[in-house]
């Protein structure tokens, strides 16, 4: 049984969401004055995050818990999840809300650190690059070098970068929960190491504050 707080559940989890609707609300698939079902359409903005929060805030009619789906929490704009920040971080006494989503790619590393990752299990993959899980665990000294390394081997330090991004990502759907805020933290370091190249800075100064900063 979910009890309250913010989760993330992707397409492969093993229980639908009807199936957790109705553990909720046992006369589920009847409308419930306490469930708030946001649906993706083209986009989902500002606007439904302020319908959230005031939702949120109203009383609960008949229900224990008040509850906010989000379907296609891929369809969630940027703006519209900066938006949603607080409201995941402190979701309220027992108010639940579930964002579901095919893929953690589309969603900011501060949105997934917020919420309970609910996820079925993984078929068997390729091995994959453990270079960011490395410099997370290594001094400043070794991370140092160990970029200095990085970029004086590669040609494109964009695509450096790039690669560390995407293995975050999977890291993210690989890690225990304990793990997720310094995994998320270290993609959005990335992330500006990404728009200070794209600003012309020097790799070498960029590739350093990295060292420092991861």
């Not at 959230?52 to 940027?78: D, P």
């Not at 949603?84 to 027992?94: A, D, M, V």
């Not at 078929?123 to 970029?147: A, D, V, Y």
């Not at 759907?173 to 805020?181: A, D, F, I, K, N």
Request: proline residues 6%; positive net charge.
């Amino acid at each position: 049984m979910i009890q309250p707080g913010s989760y993330i559940i992707l397409e492969n989890y093993p229980k639908s969401l009807d199936q957790i609707l109705k553990r909720i609300f046992p006369n589920w698939p009847t409308p419930n004055p306490d469930l708030l079902l946001i649906e993706g359409g083209t986009s989902i903005g500002i606007d439904q995050i302020r319908q959230i929060k005031r939702f949120l805030k109203i009383k609960n009619w008949q229900a224990v818990n008040k509850v906010v789906v989000i379907n296609q929490g891929e369809k969630l704009t940027i703006e519209a999840q900066n938006a949603l920040l607080k409201t995941l971080e402190e979701p309220g006494e027992n108010k639940i809300i579930i964002v579901k989503t095919k893929t953690l790619q589309s969603l900011l590393p501060t949105i997934i650190s917020r919420c309970h990752l609910l996820k079925g299990k993984e078929g068997k993959k390729e091995p994959t690059k453990i270079l960011l899980q490395r410099l997370l665990n290594l001094s400043l000294e070794q991370r140092l070098k160990f970029l200095d390394q990085l970029h004086q081997e590669s040609e494109n330090p964009e695509k450096v970068i790039e690669e560390l991004i995407v293995e975050g990502q999977k890291l993210l759907l690989r890690s225990p929960q304990r793990e997720l805020t310094k995994i998320s933290q270290a993609i959005l370091k990335l992330l500006t190491g990404q728009k200070m190249l794209h600003a012309n800075l020097a790799p070498e100064q960029v590739f350093d504050w990295l060292a420092i900063n991861l």
